[in-house]
């Protein structure tokens, strides 16, 4: 972290943050004490141009011609944009643009190019394939490894002409399959990449390059991982993958390819993640994915039928969407005419025959655009058809267990040979009250080498369970899991139901649907009733160290359809998106709504009322859109004897306890001491109680003001200590949704991030982003981070989507980043640090006196983004507005205010009290 000299004249020293940090740790007030786990990990609302995730492998440059499609392009990128198409993925290929040595022909791929781009679908170029010549010359592909100078020469020629159309480009397709690159080398590859990465940031250093799509599963990881030690680590901007279901489940003619069948969220999209954070949080695109509807191969069984194809890969998307993927490509958008195995399209040959899939798409698309993620919701928790299994919050504090020894009648665990594990209960990391913390270690690259975590005995259950799941919140390391479940016979059944994910993508979900086992092959059920249960870290594959802590939380059974549900939320109602795989029937959805709109998969309306808060929904394994306000998600009753209710009637009476915090910054201006912008605000607006784990009750008193909300966690502490009224981490819950209900706990808000001007007008003011836009570029869960820019002028803007680009004209204004702090990765504008060193009259014990105006350690918090420029309405005119999200408070400063109130707090008391409440008041 660095810091310079302030423009106070004062230096603020590491020493000095340093100690103010640590009073932070011991408030509870830092960035840390509010996101050590997200319940659910925030994610960007669904964008449109740019910031669309749905894209597609049109292929027009390189298939559409060739396939008998004739000069004019219009056709299937038409077809593309009228189906909601965002991206296409354009084969460029070397045999193509230099036909001949030196004859570079671009005009095909120009034509293919200005066609997506004329329509507003972005274009991600794909530079593939070395090339083979005859004696005349003539071009044809060759898959073996280029010679690197004429490859650059490619590259070069290739970038260079679509500079500022595509400023996206990936390097190869699928080197680690053979058919693709013919050594399948690591090593060789990580040379190509490369000099690729170099060549293309030699003609724009701000265009994005992507590796080659590697399938997650099977050996991707490990060849991924010697790619990157062969120095491939640096020489790519986007992390690309191809999240095939490969196989079907069982491996037979009649096992099922859906996702969820292939774990493709718990197993190859963890994997992923995994690898992303690894290298630093970075981007991940799937560049290719799909469901072909005959066998790719003789002898595989991964055909699917039209309906399933269109189902497949909605539901893909739905699940994808509520990961940390930033764009889907589906592959692809034709069935292609030279290869009757490639039936991935979703028009047929003549490119614009559609399959049930493109209606599907489209329907799609229309639903989920501008709806923010929420993640998965199970509608059967909390009815007579779930149990919870372990929860852990009864479990003895701090209770150890290590391997091989009892653990005092709870969970046992056990090592093997060539592995290590120690487990205790605790309250720091957990979905709700205590979780199980399992520290383990898998580092010998021997066969045998795994843990087991078992508990004493199963629950007696009053149904015959059909799935059992549990929560999990991961460390990266990528460590498979399995569940095994002795059935009634003492028969052991093994479901391998996934990957560890990364801590950014916070608690998720696993389950094991029981008629599915891995071992023994399925279809078939274990007997009831179950007799025990084993939760098993495997070390695979074998030439990986496995190492990590890991917590794990909620173990439930459901008798349920294999039901999946995700939520969004969008204009003010949420958007649940629901199915049930392979199967049919009847669920009950709560809801505060007195009806529902209901759509089918490909776009049908109807209308649903609600019967005692509930909307009963036929589900299948089409998904279902139903848009509705969901019920408010409660808090989990906290650790004390909190009962879940914070009513205000009975509350302790603290409004004067709020008081002198509010004079040591407000009363000089009311006084007229000072002109400045206001800390508080004239007026308060609510005063009630909120749910708090560590407060007497499980709850404490706030009070809303304008700039911020005061909070008193616990009135018997010293009211005299500074921290006895504390300021409320707002700007933080509004971009991410999560509301804070304890030190180490939050909870989803069901309307999910505020879709609320973050400055500015809260009336018309459309082009102003929201502080849900923000989360595309601020540090929530350690992502995001940017790199020291001291001394750099801005001239960053950002969009009300959250879109980010840089104006050279707004380097007028003479703002500069200044200091960098190394906690979260981000510069602070110097406007606002000299705002947040400013000296001036405070009040302090009824006397005023010269002292820190701001206090920002306090009031403002630590920086969670870097500041941006913005188009803001203010009192009903547009102006350039410079906007900076810090844990607290959001700053802006504008140029055209006067002196004294240039920087300013923005009001988000009250947007945070209306998003929460409905209302500031």
């Known amino acids: ?117 004329s329509r507003n679908i972005q274009v991600l170029g794909l530079l593939e394939y070395n090339v083979s010549r005859d004696g005349a010359g003539n071009a044809s592909i060759s898959y073996s490894m280029p010679d690197l100078n004429a490859w650059a020469n490619y590259v070069r020629q290739t970038v260079s002409h679509f500079k500022g159309k595509v400023n996206y480009w990936q390097i190869w397709n699928e080197p680690q399959d053979p058919r693709y690159f013919a050594s399948a080398d690591p090593g060789q590859y990580a040379q190509l990449l490369a000099v690729s990465y170099d ?27 010697a790619m990157i030690a062969a120095g491939g680590r640096d020489k790519f901007d986007i992390l690309a993958i191809h999240p095939y279901v490969n196989d079907p489940t069982p491996n037979t003619p009649n096992g099922s390819m859906s996702p969820e069948r292939g774990y493709w969220l718990s197993a190859g999209m963890n994997l992923a993640q995994g690898l992303a954070a690894r290298l630093g949080n970075r981007p991940i695109w799937a560049t290719e994915f799909g469901f072909n509807l005959t066998d790719t191969d003789p002898g595989r069984y991964n055909q699917v039928t039209a309906d399933q194809q269109a189902n497949y890969i909605v539901r893909t998307y739905a699940m994808g969407l509520s990961t940390n993927v930033q764009k889907f490509f589906v592959y692809q958008f034709h069935d292609d005419t030279s290869n ?120 007696a259950l009053n149904f015959a369970p059909k799935k059992i799941g549990f929560w999990a919140m991961g460390d990266a390391t990528q460590t498979e899991m399995h569940l095994h479940v002795i059935d009634a016979n003492n028969v052991r059944y093994v479901y391998t139901i996934g990957r560890m994910g990364a801590p950014s993508q916070g608690w998720q979900r696993y389950e094991a649907q029981l008629s599915t086992p891995n071992v023994p092959a399925g279809p078939v059920s274990p007997a009831m009733p179950l007799k025990g249960m084993e939760l098993v870290l495997d070390g695979w594959p074998k030439s990986t160290t496995y190492s990590g802590t890991a917590y794990f939380d909620d173990f439930y059974a459901e008798d349920s359809l294999p039901l999946e549900m995700y939520r969004f939320a969008k ?118 109680q909120e749910p708090y784990d560590e407060a007497p009750g499980g709850c404490r008193t706030v009070l809303y003001w304008d700039k911020s909300r005061m909070e008193i966690t616990n009135p018997n502490d010293n009211p005299t200590d500074k921290y006895y009224v504390t300021n409320g981490l707002l700007a933080r819950e509004l971009v991410s949704g999560q509301i804070q209900v304890g030190n180490n706990h939050v909870v989803p808000a069901s309307q999910g991030p505020a879709q609320i001007p973050a400055a500015g007008d809260s009336g018309n003011n459309p082009n102003t982003p929201t502080y849900a836009a923000f989360a595309r570029v601020t540090t929530l869960n350690n992502d995001n981070g940017q ?91 547009e102006k350039d507005v410079l906007i900076q999200v810090f844990e607290r408070r959001v700053l802006t400063y504008t140029p055209s205010n006067p002196d004294g109130f240039k920087v300013e707090m923005g009001n988000i008391g009250a947007h945070y009290a209306t998003w929460r409440y409905g209302s500031a008041n």
């Open 1 to 117: 972290m660095t810091f310079s000299k302030s423009y106070t004249g004062q230096y603020f020293s590491q020493t000095k943050f340093n100690f103010w940090l640590a009073v932070l740790l011991v408030a509870g007030l830092t960035l840390a004490a509010f996101s050590a786990v997200p319940t659910q990990a925030a994610f960007p609302t669904v964008g449109t141009g740019f910031d669309s995730p749905f894209g597609m492998n049109v292929m027009g440059a390189s298939r559409y011609m060739a396939n008998g499609g004739g000069d004019d392009y219009s056709l299937p990128y038409q077809q593309a944009k009228d189906m909601g198409v965002g991206w296409t993925r354009e084969e460029i290929g070397w045999n193509r643009v230099e036909p001949k040595p030196g004859q570079w022909n671009f005009g095909f791929a120009d034509k293919a190019v200005n066609a997506a781009l």
């Open 199 to 225: 060549t293309i940031k030699s003609i724009d250093p701000n265009i994005k390059v992507l590796c080659a799509g590697f399938v997650p599963v099977g050996n991707g990881l490990d060849w991924m991982d």
């Open 340 to 459: 009757p195995r490639d039936q991935y399209g979703l028009v047929g040959t003549d490119w614009k025959s559609h399959k049930p899939s493109y209606n599907a798409y489209a329907s799609m698309v229309a639903r989920l655009t501008g709806a923010t993620p929420l993640g998965q919701v199970d509608p059967y928790e909390g009815t007579n058809s779930y149990a919870t299994l372990f929860n852990f919050d009864n479990a003895g504090a701090g209770t150890s267990c290590q391997a091989t020894q009892p653990n005092n009648g709870y969970w046992n665990c056990y090592a093997s040979s060539s592995a290590s594990v120690t487990m205790s209960y605790t309250s720091d990391q957990a979905r709700s009250g205590q979780a199980l913390k399992v520290d383990y270690n898998l580092t010998n690259t021997s066969r045998d080498r795994y843990v087991s975590l078992i508990p004493p005995s199963f629950p």
């Open 571 to 688: 204009n003010g109602q949420n958007v649940d998106v629901v199915w049930a795989d392979g199967a049919s029937g009847t669920v009950n959805i709560p809801t505060a709504s007195g009806s529902a709109k209901v759509y089918s998969r490909d776009g049908q309306q109807s209308t649903v009322n609600a019967q005692n808060g509930m909307l009963s929904i036929q589900v299948s394994d089409a998904p279902t859109y139903i848009e509705h306000q969901a019920p408010p998600k409660a808090a989990p009753p906290a650790p004390t004897n909190n009962n879940g209710s914070c009513a205000s009637s009975g509350a302790p009476n603290l409004r004067a306890s709020f008081q002198p915090t509010w004079d040591k910054f407000d009363s000089a201006i009311t006084s007229g001491l000072t002109k400045r912008s206001w800390m508080w605000g004239p007026t308060n607006y609510r005063y009630v």
């Open 787 to 877: 790199p020291d820019r001291t001394g750099q002028t801005v001239i960053d803007t950002i969009d009300r989507n959250g879109n980010t680009s840089t104006n050279g004209s707004l380097a007028g204004y003479n703002v500069h980043l200044t200091n960098y702090v190394g906690t979260t990765q981000h510069n602070i504008a110097d406007v606002f640090w000299s705002f947040m060193n400013s000296q001036g009259p405070i009040k302090i014990n009824g006397s005023f006196i010269q002292g820190d105006a701001v206090d920002w350690i306090y009031s403002i918090g630590l920086p969670l983004s870097n500041p941006y420029w913005a188009r803001v309405t203010v009192g009903g005119v």
